[in-house]
């Protein structure tokens, strides 16, 4: 931007493609010269993802109605559906989505390397809402540091978001740790009912258990083990906290990636928001799936307090999602960079079975979705 800003011709209008918007604005506004018009915009798809359709932002943020209009009329050959905000909009609805949900998957993957775990061959953690969690883990581990890194700490709206996911984290397993069953279940209860309001009860779950259960990395026992789901307590938790409504910000759904465009999927080809769009939605999927089923919401709030077995696991899911928390907040690249890959070391030989297996799952979610919202 130093180099050739000064040569941008006068009356000229510049924008950016990144899916960070505050660094890029700031950088246009530092080194621009105050007649160039700034309209900038972010496609919300992979780069191998056909772009009609798909949600294109439009920022005008330093423009005038007529400028803005000639960007419009030349993106319009992508046939994407513009959605207009301001930088700060795109930032916030960005991290809303995105950043807690790094969080929690990256504290999963954390937690189960201190406790020298594959998942995946241990009974409790197979079938059901448990297959989401391993699979979309290990998808964020087959991938490069950076791709998370850069939109959790350039990104100034994300860190009030995680440290808010690592104290509600916190704070759940200390009431879980005490046996306070009222003050828990309330605090799960009232959050659940915030975030996953009455209009929402008459709707179609967004997942369902013949998909859930189809996906597994390993066999399927017969009988499923009990768990308190601390990281979907807590990401309900964090969402009420904060005052985020998930499905006001379905706009980052991709549903170009379904087959129904006749689009292959792949991950290693996908841009940043490709990925993380996709991570989101299953996300709201799996804790819609606990906190709409009354039946299963009692039984995690009665283990929490009566079971230990998922104990250890919690204290360093616990430690985890503290130090990724720290990681962002200190703005430390190199910390983050170490943490990620020390763990994508541990998982690296199952990354080839992984990807196929989330591959077939996420197109499958994908497409069950379809009917659900409208596409």
Known sequence: MVIWSQATKQGAIVGGQTSCKAPEIAAFEKHLPADVEIVSCHSLHGPNVDPRGQPLVVIRHRASQQSQDLVERILSCFGSKHVHLTAEEHDSITADTQAVTHAAFLSMGTAWEANNQFPWEINRYVGGIENVKINVTLRIYSNKWHVYAGLAI????????????????????????????????????????????????????????????????????????????????????????????????????????????????????QTLTGVVCQLFRLMLGVTEYLFRKPLLLEEVITTAIEDDTFRSDDLEFTFAARGWSDCVSFGDFSSYQDRFEQIQAYFAPRFPEATRVGNEMIKTILEKTEKHEGL
């Open 154 to 269: 350039l990104n100034p709206s994300a860190k009030k978001q995680i440290r808010q996911y690592a104290q509600s984290v916190t704070e759940l397993f200390k009431l879980m740790l005490g046996g306070h069953r009222e003050e828990l279940s309330n605090r799960i209860r009232t959050a659940g009912a915030a975030v996953f309001n009455a209009e929402r009860q008459h709707e179609d779950l967004l997942l369902r258990d013949e998909v859930l259960d189809r996906f597994s990395l390993g066999k399927v026992p017969s009988q499923k083990q009990p768990n308190n789901h601390l990281s979907l307590l807590a990401m309900v938790d964090c969402w009420w906290q904060l005052g985020i409504v998930p499905y006001d910000h379905m706009i980052c759904s991709t549903p170009a990636l379904q087959t129904g465009l006749g689009v292959q999927f792949n991950p290693r080809q």
